[in-house]
């Protein structure tokens, strides 16, 4: 139909409706209302909103895609141990990226990529940060795929990480390093 104009912009709170139904229609997961409250609120989240300029009667400024983020200690994450630790440097942090989602009718328009280039720049920004991470679920094929193209690294399989409905499936982390890891 029309041409998409997309633009980035942080997630605010006037975006709270459309991003709780984004989440519980993307995702198989349920969130807590305290997630999406700290999304829209920049409460120890970082995000980003894709939104398409070009949409008619008021949508114009309407999510069509999002990721969300949170700056988290290494040393107390589970691949603390993969970086060089520095007693000296305490506070070596890490970029976990919490969600990421775009609307069907927008997909593999090259969103999604964009959008984990705004975190990766994000998270290049913080001299204390070394990498980016993330969780994925075993069989979602497109995400595994987007992370691969993106040159993130696969580093580890994790039995029955998730619990969806009483069953268990397994997750890949998804480490891109930066400032020299
Ligand atoms: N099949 C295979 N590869 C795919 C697919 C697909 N359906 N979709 C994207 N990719 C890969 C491709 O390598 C693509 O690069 P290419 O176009 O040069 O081949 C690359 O990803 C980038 O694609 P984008 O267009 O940027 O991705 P899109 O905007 O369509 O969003 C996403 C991808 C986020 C996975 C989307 O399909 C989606 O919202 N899915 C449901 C929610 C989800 O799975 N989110 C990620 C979960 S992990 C997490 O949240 C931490």
């Known amino acids: 139909s029309h041409r998409p104009t997309i633009c980035y912009r942080p997630i605010q709170p006037s975006d709270l409706e459309v991003l709780e139904r984004l989440h519980a229609d993307i995702f198989p997961i349920r969130y807590e209302e305290e997630f999406?409250?700290?999304?829209?609120?920049?409460r120890d989240i970082v995000s980003w909103a894709a939104v398409d300029r070009s949409r008619p009667n008021g949508h114009s400024d309407e999510l069509i895609g999002?990721?969300?983020?949170?700056?988290?200690?290494?040393?107390?994450?589970?691949i603390g141990d993969l970086l060089i630790y520095d007693?000296?440097?305490?506070?070596?942090?890490?970029?976990?990226?919490?969600?990421?989602?775009?609307?069907?009718?927008?997909?593999?328009?090259g969103i999604a990529r964009a959008l984990i280039r705004q975190v990766i720049k994000y998270a290049s920004?913080?001299?204390?940060c070394h990498a980016v991470y993330l969780h994925v679920i075993s069989y979602n094929i497109p995400a595994?795929?987007?992370?691969?193209?993106?040159?993130?690294?696969?580093?580890?399989?994790?039995?029955?990480?998730?619990?969806?409905?009483?069953?268990?499936?397994?997750?890949?982390?998804?480490?891109?390093?930066v400032n020299g890891g």
Not at 161 to 174: A, K, R, V
């Open 66 to 78: 999002f990721v969300t983020a949170r700056i988290v200690l290494a040393k107390e994450t589970e």
């Open 36 to 42: 999406f409250q700290s999304v829209v609120h920049a």
């Open 125 to 128: 920004s913080i001299p204390t």
């Open 144 to 177: 595994i795929h987007l992370y691969k193209k993106m040159s993130f690294k696969c580093i580890r399989r994790l039995q029955g990480f998730y619990l969806i409905n009483g069953q268990h499936y397994d997750s890949f982390l998804f480490v891109y390093y």
């Open 87 to 109: 007693p000296l440097k305490p506070d070596q942090t890490l970029v976990y990226i919490l969600t990421l989602g775009v609307v069907e009718t927008y997909r593999n328009l």
